[in-house]
């Protein structure tokens, strides 16, 4: 016989990872969001996607930052 506990509580809600990875893709440097694996922008150099990835920082998002051959590289804690 098994017991069910009932409660008025609310369970906490459930949210997506926000991240945000520097990766490397054929025409350069990648941004993209994790859950959508979206391209936000595409740069010519690996330093400028970084700089631009990390404006993604103050809004909640961590920065992972990959090596070319897909490696982390470095990951960045948003903000809190």
Do not use: C
């Amino acid at each position: 016989m098994s017991t069910v506990v009932l409660s008025n509580e609310t369970p906490p809600e459930q949210t997506a990872p926000k991240r945000i990875h520097v990766i490397k893709r054929n025409k350069g440097w990648a941004i993209l969001k994790e859950i959508s694996d979206r391209v936000l922008k595409v740069f010519d150099e690996k330093s400028e996607a970084i700089k631009e990835a990390k404006d993604y920082l103050k809004s909640g998002n961590d920065v992972i930052i990959h090596q070319e051959n897909g490696r982390v590289e470095k990951w960045i804690k948003a903000e809190e």
